[in-house]
């Protein structure tokens, strides 16, 4: 049996909603078809937007999306994106396969996403290949309720309201695909760009440095440095991270449902490794930034696989598994113990391409395992983590050492919320949970679980999905409860009043 304590009276920071957000790319089948169908098509659409995928992420409470990329935000043309569609111009999508990009989805079509999914958008502008005309222009156009030229083009086509936008992405990967910029020259464009993103009426921007890939702490050393401050000022809010946790080797991947017990494990310890990322990108900034005013935004992560056969290499279509839930539940783990730092994170990418949370073919839909830990874990949005202690067992073989355990524990209007992890292929664990301060009156479960590989098809699209977790117990200290095998759950614990007053 394993031992949880959580202790109700250790309040620890906020854990931003926004560390649940998503990123969606012009790449593939992401925008077009994945959530994009046009006006015309047969599949039900408002706005040309798919119903069944808004409504999936409604579902879920997604916070915030980040568009229109990735490599594609730094070659992508806002003004193209704008106007009668039929007048946009073609082009070829040169990062993502040469395949046409039409420009039918693009600023409108994006706000319009968020409004009916309600959540806030994230955009990522121009450096590598646009100009601070254009970056600037861009604000203007969304933001600006005034007489302007650029507010004038916005109703001009149609919205005559100002949107109100808050994160604002200066550049993506600028040591690659965004420009091949040393972190210095990075760092001075950041603020020549930075300088121009302005603040229209009440509206406010959040604004984030392009960052480093993986453990490249030269960058977040030289970008901080160069830009993070001028004098007293600060000039940047959050600086981004990206990290892929890849089983295998990039030469050598494996489809994401055909994978051997030591891959399981191999790729546990590579997704545990954010932890590592966090703490020393984070240990970086504070020397630049003691005070803690710049966040670290990881605005790219998930398992990259090899693509599924039969279609197209740069697509990026995977498939999803148990397996890729517990990766994403362990993921979460680690942004919700440093959401002190971590303001935001967004997994790569939403609908169809890589460790995607939602897949289509035509007019189906089918959620994969990783959209319910999603589920699962939205109670903690904006919630206080608390502090909690977890007994956990060394699992794995002679490679690869993992913990048989993850969790998280928070509260919010009285209401506490654990979500734990059994990483183990084969064993089930009772787990003992002891409750400091807090005294639980009802309990209810939801759990996630299944062979490692499991996932959801087209033609079997409900495989994997949550069920109630029966049997948890109220005891004497708390509550106890018992997971299977590769399984996540979600215990919800409702306080139990004292004379009418509630925590
Ligand atoms: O998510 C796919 C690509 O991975 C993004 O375009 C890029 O930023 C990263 O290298």
């Given at each position: 049996?394993?031992?949880?304590?959580?202790?109700?009276?250790?309040?620890?920071?906020?854990?931003?909603?926004?560390?649940?957000?998503?990123?969606?790319?012009?790449?593939?089948?992401?925008?077009?078809?994945?959530?994009?169908?046009?006006?015309?098509?047969d599949?039900k659409?408002?706005?040309?937007?798919?119903?069944?995928?808004?409504?999936?992420?409604?579902?879920i409470?997604?916070?915030?999306?980040?568009?229109?990329?990735?490599?594609?935000?730094?070659?992508?043309?806002?003004?193209?994106?704008?106007?009668?569609?039929?007048?946009?111009?073609?082009?070829?999508?040169?990062?993502?396969?040469?395949?046409?990009?039409?420009?039918?989805?693009?600023?409108?079509?994006?706000?319009?996403?968020?409004?009916?999914?309600?959540?806030?958008?994230?955009?990522?502008?121009?450096?590598?290949?646009?100009?601070?005309?254009?970056?600037?222009?861009?604000?203007?156009?969304?933001?600006?309720?005034g007489?302007?030229?650029?507010?004038?083009?916005?109703?001009?086509?149609?919205?005559?309201?100002?949107w109100?936008?808050?994160?604002?992405?200066?550049?993506?990967?600028?040591?690659?695909?965004?420009?091949?910029?040393?972190?210095?020259?990075?760092?001075?464009?950041?603020?020549?760009?930075?300088?121009?993103?302005?603040?229209?009426?009440?509206?406010?921007?959040?604004?984030?440095?392009?960052?480093?890939?993986?453990?490249?702490?030269?960058?977040?050393?030289?970008?901080?440095?160069?830009?993070?401050?001028?004098?007293?000022?600060?000039?940047?809010?959050?600086?981004?991270?990206?990290?892929y946790?890849?089983?295998?080797?990039?030469?050598?991947?494996?489809?994401?449902?055909?994978?051997?017990?030591?891959?399981?494990?191999?790729g546990?310890?590579?997704?545990?490794?954010?932890?590592?990322?966090?703490?020393?990108?984070?240990?970086?900034?504070?020397?630049?930034?003691?005070?803690?005013?710049?966040?670290?935004?990881?605005?790219?992560?998930?398992?990259?696989?090899?693509?599924?056969?039969?279609?197209?290499?740069?697509?990026?279509?995977?498939?999803?598994?148990?397996?890729?839930?517990?990766?994403?539940?362990?993921?979460?783990?680690?942004?919700?113990?440093?959401?002190?730092?971590?303001?935001?994170?967004?997994?790569?990418?939403?609908?169809?391409?890589?460790?995607?949370?939602?897949?289509?073919?035509?007019?189906?839909?089918?959620?994969?395992?990783?959209?319910?830990?999603?589920?699962?874990?939205?109670?903690?949005?904006?919630?206080?983590?608390l502090?909690?202690?977890?007994?956990?067992?060394?699992?794995?073989?002679?490679?690869?050492?993992i913990?048989?355990?993850?969790?998280?524990?928070?509260?919010?209007?009285?209401?506490?919320?654990?979500?734990?992890?059994?990483?183990?292929?084969?064993?089930?664990?009772?787990?003992?949970?002891?409750?400091?301060?807090?005294?639980t009156?009802?309990?209810?479960?939801?759990?996630?679980?299944?062979?490692?590989?499991?996932?959801?098809?087209?033609?079997?699209p409900?495989?994997?999905?949550?069920?109630?977790?029966?049997?948890?117990?109220?005891?004497?200290?708390?509550?106890?409860?018992?997971?299977p095998?590769?399984?996540?759950?979600?215990?919800?614990?409702?306080?139990?009043?004292?004379?009418?007053?509630?925590?």
């Amino acid at each position: 049996m394993a031992k949880l304590v959580i202790n109700a009276w250790d309040r620890k920071s906020k854990i931003n909603k926004e560390l649940y957000g998503q990123f969606s790319e012009h790449l593939g089948r992401g925008i077009y078809e994945g959530i994009y169908v046009g006006e015309d098509s047969d599949i039900k659409n408002i706005k040309g937007i798919r119903c069944d995928v808004a409504e999936a992420l409604r579902r879920i409470r997604l916070p915030v999306l980040r568009w229109p990329g990735g490599c594609f935000a730094d070659y992508y043309h806002w003004k193209d994106g704008v106007g009668p569609r039929e007048k946009r111009k073609k082009l070829v999508n040169a990062n993502w396969g040469n395949v046409l990009e039409d420009n039918a989805f693009g600023t409108h079509e994006f706000m319009e996403l968020c409004e009916q999914v309600g959540c806030e958008p994230y955009i990522c502008g121009n450096v590598g290949s646009g100009t601070v005309e254009e970056m600037s222009d861009w604000i203007e156009y969304l933001t600006f309720d005034g007489v302007s030229p650029m507010s004038e083009l916005r109703a001009q086509n149609g919205h005559p309201a100002a949107w109100r936008v808050k994160y604002w992405g200066v550049g993506n990967e600028n040591w690659g695909c965004g420009g091949n910029m040393t972190p210095e020259q990075y760092g001075q464009e950041f603020r020549r760009y930075r300088t121009f993103c302005r603040n229209y009426g009440d509206n406010r921007l959040y604004c984030i440095a392009g960052g480093a890939d993986v453990a490249d702490y030269r960058w977040t050393e030289g970008v901080m440095r160069t830009a993070a401050y001028k004098g007293n000022h600060r000039l940047m809010d959050g600086i981004s991270l990206h990290y892929y946790t890849q089983p295998n080797t990039w030469e050598h991947k494996k489809r994401a449902a055909e994978f051997e017990l030591a891959d399981y494990y191999r790729g546990f310890v590579r997704a545990l490794r954010m932890e590592e990322l966090i703490e020393k990108h984070c240990e970086i900034m504070s020397r630049y930034d003691p005070a803690h005013e710049v966040g670290l935004v990881v605005d790219e992560w998930g398992a990259w696989y090899e693509v599924e056969e039969g279609s197209h290499p740069a697509f990026l279509y995977q498939q999803g598994t148990i397996r890729d839930a517990l990766l994403a539940a362990v993921t979460l783990d680690i942004f919700n113990r440093h959401s002190d730092r971590v303001k935001m994170a967004n997994l790569a990418q939403m609908v169809n391409v890589i460790h995607a949370i939602i897949l289509t073919e035509g007019k189906n839909m089918v959620l994969t395992p990783t959209y319910y830990t999603f589920d699962l874990y939205k109670g903690h949005q904006d919630a206080a983590l608390l502090g909690s202690w977890l007994e956990t067992e060394e699992i794995g073989d002679a490679e690869s050492r993992i913990p048989s355990l993850s969790h998280t524990a928070s509260i919010k209007d009285g209401v506490l919320h654990l979500t734990i992890s059994n990483l183990s292929p084969c064993r089930s664990e009772e787990i003992d949970c002891y409750l400091l301060g807090y005294t639980t009156e009802t309990t209810q479960g939801r759990l996630l679980q299944g062979d490692m590989a499991a996932h959801n098809t087209f033609d079997c699209p409900e495989k994997v999905k949550p069920e109630m977790l029966r049997d948890i117990k109220i005891t004497d200290g708390g509550i106890r409860f018992t997971l299977p095998a590769c399984a996540v759950a979600e215990i919800i614990l409702d306080e139990k009043k004292i004379m009418g007053t509630k925590a």
